[in-house]
């Protein structure tokens, strides 16, 4: 048993026992900058994809059954489709102006505290992962490793020459054929003190979900688009930092994403030339004047960071797989899942956290539950150990509130049926509120609140400590799709990581399983007319 076993269960008990150093408080006035910075790097403007056509976030949200390719689907990633997504994604495309009951509220207005939105939820909207773009002789630019800089919506080209060969010896022998094939890479990296700052030890956790909201995000974009990229999750990692100039206890690499590139076929030399991998001299500007270490954050990148070559076989992720729910019980059924035509840019562009606007006078339908819930369900995070990410790894359940015809009370989703199954009956309300941390949601107030529950420790067994970013990042990847969901139906939603875990297995009566509750995600309608500001500027 790893070090990350230890660390799943401190995450899962920190309700109840805090993690270390319990006596933390942030140093906002010296906080990092919410992105890297290369001030004597040139950037080049990237398309920003305006006159791509349409594609709905039904298909990328309910892509099961597989329909195959459709007419009009590219055949593979182009640079005005890979710009349009990397801005779709992290790119900043508008100014956060509404009235809402986050913590943050007063300092909005000000320019120093502006809040910007990107597609993808970022953990206390802080977003450290950054984004390399391993480009070869295939691609549209000149060979090299690329930053994509998320202010401007540029590449920095930090290194020029073709690297692509020594990525793929890095992702090792066993990578999927599409890794091997390509010689186009976005590579994930995550700078952990720009998220460690708030959260300390807890943080390691925090970025592990938010590897999976952007993943998730680019696979339900380019799946709208009948493109399918998938991350791999296990490689030699201390090489990677070798060629991105970065130190791993400072900025861990967490996935490297194939691109399957249009063009007839790949240049790439398939080995790397004999010598020394080159490296990237550049070094990003850190605004904070003190960077702080903590141990358990640097405990759990040496066990996931370790023993990259020990690659799980294809199928092991299945022996952690979502149990299915009991037959029997008090059912509901609830209609068919459908989404609106709504295209998968406007979906992305209208998500944002409902901090304290949901509105039980108007009450969510049982449509709409029904599409959210089988869009999550459907969710999953494709890796070494799962490369088409058939097995389903993450367990739903529903606290309703507000919803037409459905008594309140909470449930367990049977995807197969598209049934609720009852677990407790009566309103929720109270202990929503009451084992959560914050008073930024109006828990009652909402519809509904969707928990996601991921068997951590057993995918920790199946695939080891490395594991741990998947089973995190799978929480995330079912909260991007979550919001994006509710975008899509017009919907408020939210997103929270601080509750009492405990309290919930206590709720669900999980208490003689393995399923870890790692999100409340409260979804319903918002307040009619609220104060907000035009702040669109993409």
């Known amino acids: 048993m790893g070090y990350a076993h230890e660390y799943a269960d401190a995450v899962l008990h920190r309700g109840r026992v805090p993690m270390?150093?319990?006596?933390?408080?942030?140093?906002?006035?010296?906080?990092?900058?919410?992105?890297?910075?290369?001030?004597?790097?040139?950037?080049?403007?990237?398309?920003?994809?305006?006159?791509?056509?349409?594609a709905p976030a039904a298909r990328g949200l309910l892509p099961a059954p597989r329909d195959g390719a459709r007419p009009g689907d590219p055949a593979g990633f182009t640079l005005p489709l890979l710009a349009a997504m990397l801005k779709d994604s992290y790119g900043l495309t508008g100014r956060r102006l509404?009235?809402?009951?986050?913590?943050?509220?007063?300092?909005?207005?000000?320019?120093?505290?502006?809040?910007?939105s990107r597609g993808t939820a970022g953990g206390g909207g802080l977003y450290p992962v950054s984004i390399y773009w391993a480009s070869g002789p295939s691609g549209p630019l000149t060979p090299g490793i690329h930053y994509y800089d998320v202010q401007r919506h540029?590449?920095?080209?930090?290194?020029?020459?073709?690297?692509?060969?020594?990525?793929?010896?890095?992702?090792?022998?066993?990578?999927?054929?599409?890794?091997?094939?390509?010689?186009?890479?976005?590579?994930?990296?995550?700078?952990?003190?720009?998220?460690?700052?708030?959260?300390?030890?807890?943080?390691?956790?925090?970025?592990?979900?938010?590897?999976?909201?952007?993943?998730?995000?680019?696979?339900?974009?380019?799946?709208?688009?009948?493109?399918?990229?998938?991350?791999?999750?296990?490689?030699?990692?201390?090489?990677?930092?070798?060629l991105l100039g970065t130190?791993?206890?400072?900025?861990?690499?967490?996935?490297?994403?194939?691109?399957?590139?249009?063009?007839?076929?790949?240049?790439?030399?398939?080995?790397?030339?004999?010598?020394?991998?080159?490296?990237?001299?550049?070094?990003?500007?850190?605004?904070?004047?003190?960077?702080?270490?903590?141990?358990?954050?640097?405990?759990?990148?040496?066990?996931?960071?370790q023993d990259p070559a020990n690659r799980p076989a294809p199928g092991a992720l299945a022996a952690a797989a979502a149990p299915p729910t009991p037959a029997g019980g008090t059912r509901t059924a609830l209609p068919a899942p459908e989404f609106p035509a709504v295209p998968v840019r406007r979906a992305l562009r209208g998500r944002r956290s409902s901090f304290g606007r949901f509105d039980a006078a108007r009450p969510v339908t049982p449509a709409q539950l029904s599409a959210v819930l089988a869009a999550c369900a459907g969710t999953s995070l494709p890796s070494d150990a799962d490369?088409?990410?058939?097995?389903?790894?993450?367990?739903?359940?529903?606290?309703?509130?507000?919803?037409?015809?459905?008594?309140p009370g909470a449930y367990a989703y049977d995807p197969?049926?598209?049934?609720?199954?009852?677990?407790?009956?009566g309103p929720q309300g109270a202990f929503l509120q009451n084992t959560y941390f914050l008073a930024n949601y109006n828990l009652e107030q909402a519809g509904a609140v969707l928990v996601p529950?991921?068997?951590?420790?057993?995918?920790?067994?199946?695939?080891?400590?490395?594991?741990?970013?998947?089973?995190?990042?799978?929480?995330?990847?079912?909260?991007?799709?979550?919001?994006?969901a509710a975008a899509a139906l017009g919907l408020g939603a939210g997103v929270a990581l601080g509750f009492d875990n405990i309290s919930f297995i206590e709720k669900l009566g999980l208490g003689d399983g393995d399923?870890?509750?790692?999100?409340?995600?409260?979804?319903?309608?918002?307040?009619?007319?609220?104060?907000?500001?035009?702040?669109e500027i993409a």
């Open 20 to 54: 270390e150093p319990t006596d933390f408080v942030p140093d906002w006035p010296d906080g990092p900058r919410r992105g890297k910075f290369y001030p004597d790097v040139e950037p080049y403007a990237l398309p920003d994809g305006d006159g791509l056509p349409d």
């Open 98 to 116: 509404g009235i809402q009951a986050n913590s943050d509220l007063s300092g909005l207005p000000l320019h120093t505290h502006a809040n910007w």
């Open 154 to 242: 540029a590449v920095q080209r930090l290194l020029t020459g073709d690297v692509t060969a020594r990525v793929r010896e890095a992702l090792g022998p066993g990578a999927p054929e599409e890794a091997r094939q390509t010689d186009q890479y976005l590579i994930l990296g995550v700078k952990y003190w720009q998220n460690a700052f708030k959260y300390n030890s807890f943080s390691y956790h925090v970025v592990s979900t938010d590897l999976g909201t952007l993943v998730q995000t680019w696979r339900i974009w380019a799946g709208a688009r009948g493109l399918a990229p998938a991350p791999v999750l296990w490689f030699d990692e201390p090489r990677l930092n070798g």
């Open 247 to 305: 130190s791993g206890e400072e900025e861990g690499v967490f996935a490297v994403v194939p691109l399957r590139w249009d063009t007839p076929k790949a240049t790439a030399a398939p080995t790397a030339p004999a010598g020394p991998d080159p490296t990237v001299r550049h070094r990003d500007s850190e605004r904070s004047r003190t960077v702080l270490e903590f141990p358990t954050l640097l405990a759990m990148h040496a066990a996931t960071a």
């Open 387 to 407: 490369p088409d990410g058939a097995v389903r790894q993450a367990r739903m359940y529903a606290f309703v509130n507000h919803v037409e015809s459905v008594a």
């Open 416 to 425: 197969e049926a598209e049934e609720l199954r009852l677990v407790e009956a």
């Open 453 to 484: 529950t991921v068997r951590t420790t057993a995918v920790l067994d199946a695939v080891g400590d490395r594991g741990y970013r998947l089973a995190a990042g799978t929480a995330g990847a079912v909260a991007q799709t979550f919001y994006v």
């Open 515 to 535: 399923e870890a509750p790692l999100l409340i995600m409260p979804l319903g309608n918002e307040r009619p007319r609220p104060a907000d500001f035009r702040h």
